[in-house]
Nanobody
């Protein structure tokens, strides 16, 4: 099994910054196999959308709406999302996701609210 533990998030003013963290643990993930770690976000009534992803080899991909403002980074069993220049439209519940040969796992979600 694999567990993803998220931290970070909260309330921030427009233009502010936040960092999200997600650490993977458990016997189902050794960090050596090919894997993909990503951040998604979801707002009420909408589907969960990809924000950014990073492969084991640090190949990254970003949603157009966050490119240039958000940065995803990796360690062997952790992924981080540095969010700068936040705008109210970034308000959502953010989830980390891990894809490994054995399956897909999700973090518990963390609320990010951008408001003045």
């Amino acid at each position: 099994q694999v567990q993803l533990d998220q931290s970070g998030g909260g309330l921030v003013h427009p233009g502010g910054s936040l960092t999200l963290s997600c650490v993977a643990s458990g016997s189902g993930f050794n960090g050596r196999d090919y894997n993909l770690m990503a951040w998604y976000r979801q707002t009420p009534g909408k589907e969960r959308e990809l924000v950014a992803e990073s492969s084991k080899f640090h190949t990254t991909k970003y949603a157009d709406s966050v490119r240039g403002r958000f940065t995803i980074s990796r360690e062997e069993k952790a992924v981080y999302l540095q969010m700068n220049s936040l705008v109210p439209e970034d308000t959502a519940v953010y989830f980390c996701r891990l894809d490994v040969p054995g399956g897909t796992y999700w973090g518990q979600g963390t609320q990010v609210t951008v408001s003045s």
